[in-house]
């Protein structure tokens, strides 16, 4: 055996046997379904870049599903973690829905912007105009006629158009088809950077108002404990990684490369999800029950559910990824 040959062997047994090689042969896959990829999963990304996932023995494997379609497939098993809106958890639960229940909170409250044509200066000009969102009952576009109310619009003044989402709505936007639309960041700062205007933000009329939370299959989660508490862990330590300021830079670049946006609005995410207003990312994960209560009233308001849940309200959650028994 020559001596490179040795080399090569010694050093593929070395790998093996060190805890990296131990972890990636350990590995179990988790999949993990998202709506969009948006700045909501910024702590799945920190946490699969710098190796949180690994750690674990986790493989994060992640799809790109839409709200309902990844309910349902969660809800079935097809996968084990759907990243979806909070509201949209609820309702499949409210009207009947089993199988899958909201497990960790991921961002609140609703960051969602009003983003509107070049040249507009106030709410006002959108009299008569089209006005796009991702889907007509929802609690977000409640949200946003709460928004449109408070600057003196009401439902009569303004046509609404549902969208596929908040990627396909923007394109609306910018293609000149709709007048204005509600985005999250970095798409609204994308938005503004390249000219868009501004009009007003979710959180001044539904500051109460979970947007993402997790939900897991319920199967999966009693079949998976561990998995699911080292997942969350993971998760989480995603978010604690974020919240250290000296990381900024390093954050910015990792959500620019994932999400492909330019540093600059990569950096203004950072500073308006994270650095000022401290709390977007829950930094427990947990559920908090008067921030439900309240997406709850904004889901009846629009209709997304009939009326408001009676009795506790902790049903409509599993709590296992995070320690606990229910």
Same mark, same amino acid.
């Given at each position: 055996m020559s001596l490179l040959f040795r080399s090569a062997a010694l050093a593929a047994t070395l790998v093996a046997a060190s805890p990296i090689g131990a972890a990636a042969q350990t590995a179990e896959k988790v999949s993990f379904g998202q709506v969009s990829p948006t700045a909501t999963g910024w702590p799945g990304i920190v946490a699969r870049a710098k190796g949180f996932f690994a750690e674990a023995g986790i493989e994060w494997d992640v799809v790109s599903i839409g709200v309902s379609p990844g309910q349902q497939a969660v809800a079935s098993g097809s996968i084990n973690i759907m990243h979806n809106t909070c509201n949209a958890v609820v309702a499949f639960i409210e009207k009947g829905g089993t199988g899958a229940r909201l497990a960790m909170a991921t961002m609140s409250p609703h960051p969602g912007v009003l983003v509107a044509k070049k040249g507009m200066q106030s709410a006002a000009e959108l009299k008569g105009k089209v006005i796009g969102t /991702? /889907?007509?009952? /929802?609690?977000?576009?409640?949200?946003?006629?709460? !928004?449109? *109310?408070? *600057?003196?619009?009401?439902?009569?003044?303004?046509? !609404?158009?549902?969208?596929?989402?908040?990627? %396909?709505?923007?394109?609306? @936007?910018?293609?000149?088809? @709709?007048?204005?639309?509600? !985005?999250?960041?970095? %798409?609204?700062?994308?938005?503004?950077?390249?000219?868009?205007?501004? @009009?007003?933000?979710? /959180?001044?009329?539904?500051? *109460?108002?979970?947007?993402?939370? &997790?939900?897991?299959?319920?199967? +999966?989660?009693?079949?998976?404990?561990? &998995?699911?508490?080292?997942?969350?862990?993971? +998760? @989480?330590?995603?978010?604690?990684w974020l919240y250290d300021a000296s990381n900024r830079d390093e954050a910015a670049k990792l959500l620019a490369d994932a999400l492909k946006v330019t540093p600059a609005v990569a950096a203004k995410t950072y500073d308006d999800l994270i650095a000022h207003p401290p709390g977007n990312f829950p930094r427990d994960g947990r559920v908090d029950l008067d921030m439900l209560r309240g997406t709850m009233e904004i889901m009846v308001e629009g209709k997304e559910i009939a009326a408001m849940p009676q009795g506790d309200l902790r049903r409509f959650i599993d709590d296992t990824m995070l320690g606990g028994s229910k």
């Open positions: /991702s /889907s007509i009952q /929802s609690g977000s576009t409640i949200a946003l006629k709460r !928004l449109l *109310k408070a *600057k003196g619009l009401g439902d009569s003044d303004y046509d !609404l158009v549902a969208g596929q989402g908040t990627a %396909q709505i923007y394109q609306g @936007l910018q293609g000149g088809a @709709l007048d204005a639309v509600w !985005l999250v960041p970095p %798409q609204s700062i994308a938005a503004a950077e390249a000219g868009f205007a501004i @009009l007003g933000k979710f /959180s001044d009329v539904a500051p *109460k108002f979970m947007f993402t939370c &997790l939900a897991a299959n319920d199967a +999966w989660l009693k079949s998976h404990p561990e &998995l699911a508490r080292k997942f969350a862990a993971a +998760w @989480l330590k995603g978010v604690t």
